[in-house]
């Protein structure tokens, strides 16, 4: 970014310690508003850099796994600051995580493995909107899909959707290529790795490296042997072979270019919508999550809508007369 002036503390492939000396540099900032993407920054800031905190007017968080977090530390007394739930707006999750991480999470795949995805059991571990984009997309390209759910309603859905849903530990007997898709930890581990066949994939379209258990299975298998880029081989004690792609962290971004621009400027814009409307109600709001305001919201779907040259129909006065009225009946 140096051709705009802006100070930037990252470098692409850095590990664990170098990205939280970033994420330090940049609090030597000392910030007043934060935009977070997994609520890193947030955390380091109540924790490790709490003499900061009283510079802060709020933040965003982008992410489901943010968001889980912060209602979290909200939830415990532990949030300091009003953060709005960027995530949970309709023009983010409706769109970003469903058609973007859909797209990117089956583009990292191909990349990392050139894996014909046609008439592979393709299974996804949760069914959010992230879960629903990655499902609809290998569907689209001819996998048999499985869903893996704890939410009764979240999985009944994807029953309705046409997909076949089982417990983690039956869909490790039968799947080819596996994707965690749930912010959750553990989603595969040992107990699921002893069942699955000679040369399934694992995959993460998540959040962190956690959700495939990695220590798990460098426990009971011999590896990782570099395969290709993004891609490691782990043997087994009987010589099946497990495959991890990108290491476990975000595919889509590991072994891919993430989501395309043209899905991501309507997250952004509600990132620098909502940094304005925190700097303009600084003091007014609860130390909370918030969501976004439903205008914001509106005002970027139809900025999108005219960007992309679509035009929808008005209300005319006697439909908006009707729908606020309750005298006329059948």
């Known amino acids: 970014m140096a051709e705009y002036g802006i100070s930037t503390f990252s470098i692409c492939g850095e590990d664990r310690d170098t990205y939280y000396g970033h994420v330090n540099s940049l609090l030597d900032m ?22 900061l905190l009283e510079y802060v007017k709020g933040g965003s968080e982008e992410t489901t796994t943010g968001v889980i977090r912060l209602r979290s ?31 990117s999470t089956v583009d990292g795949i191909i990349r990392a493995t050139n894996v014909l995805i046609a008439g592979k059991q393709f299974v996804v571990g949760g069914f959010g909107m992230c879960g629903r984009g990655v499902a609809m997309r290998a ?9 893996c759910e704890v939410d009764p309603l979240r999985a009944l859905e994807a029953a309705m ?37 000679d040369g399934v994939m694992l995959a ?32 087994l004690s009987d010589g099946r072979r497990i495959y991890v792609l990108g290491e476990g962290r975000l595919v889509n971004l590991a072994a891919a270019e993430g989501h395309p621009a043209s899905v ?4 952004f814009a509600n990132q620098a919508l909502c940094s304005e409307y925190l700097t303009q109600n600084a003091g007014e709001m609860d130390v909370n ?7 914001i919201d509106r005002e970027i779907a139809r900025l999108k809508l005219a960007a992309m040259g679509i035009e929808i129909d008005e209300l005319t006065q006697q439909q908006i007369d009707y729908l606020s009225g309750w005298r006329l009946g059948t």
Not at 139 to 147: F, Q, R, S
Not at 264 to 267: A, E, G
């Open 30 to 51: 000392k910030p007043t508003i934060t935009m977070d993407d997994g609520a890193d920054v947030v955390s380091t800031l109540h924790t490790e850099r709490t003499e």
């Open 73 to 103: 530390m909200a939830e415990g007394g532990d949030l300091r600051y009003p953060i709005i739930a960027v995530n949970d707006a309709m023009t983010k999750h409706l769109f970003d995580n469903r058609f973007g991480t859909g797209q």
């Open 139 to 147: 569907d689209g390209m001819g996998a048999n899909v499985i869903v």
């Open 161 to 197: 959707e046409g997909y076949r849903v089982l417990p983690m530990a039956e869909a490790a007997q039968v799947g080819d290529i596996f994707v965690t898709v749930t912010g959750d930890t553990s989603v595969i581990r040992a107990e699921h790795m002893e069942q699955m066949k």
């Open 204 to 235: 993460n379209a998540g959040h962190f490296d956690v959700e495939v258990d990695l220590e798990d299975l460098a426990a009971m298998a011999d590896g990782p042997r570099q395969i290709r880029d993004s891609l490691q081989e782990y043997t």
């Open 264 to 267: 991501m400027d309507m997250s």
């Open 289 to 295: 999550v918030h969501t976004v305001p439903e205008a």
